[in-house]
């Protein structure tokens, strides 16, 4: 599966974005999915995930604002990120994985990735 990410870019403070990411391939619906996080000088990390069932993972600190959701009718996995802040500053990567049955928290698990999107957030 090819994943595409879009949707990034600069916003201010307490600002929304909705981040997108298109798939191409194999079902969509037969993925689990997530969108990692790497801020400069850091490690990437699981934002959130979602399985083929629709349960949702959430990182502590993005819960209450950033909300995962896939529509496999379109193949586009969103990530909708409110009441941003500017450590939400990151590349945002979405991907996928064939190990579908729970939800896959861990990067190595993931076998494909979208290219990434900036979101800069300003104060």
């Known amino acids: 599966v090819q994943l595409q990410a879009s949707g990034g870019g600069l916003v201010q403070a307490g600002g929304s974005l909705r981040l997108s990411c298109a798939a191409s391939?194999?079902?969509?619906?037969?993925?689990?999915l997530g969108w990692f996080r790497q801020a400069p000088g850091k490690e990437r990390e699981l934002v959130a995930a979602?399985?083929?069932?629709?349960?949702?993972y959430y990182l502590d600190s993005v819960k209450g604002r950033f909300t995962i959701s896939r529509d496999n009718a379109k193949n586009t996995l969103y990530l909708q990120m409110n009441s941003l802040k500017p450590e939400h500053t990151a590349v945002y990567y979405c991907?996928?994985?064939?190990?579908?049955?729970?939800?896959?928290?861990?990067?190595?698990?993931?076998?494909?990735w979208g290219q990434g999107t900036l979101v800069t957030v300003s104060s």
């Open positions: 991907a996928a994985t064939t190990k579908a049955w729970s939800l896959r928290l861990l990067r190595s698990e993931y076998d494909y």
């Open positions: 979602i399985s083929t069932y629709g349960s949702t």
């Open positions: 391939g194999r079902t969509f619906s037969s993925y689990g």
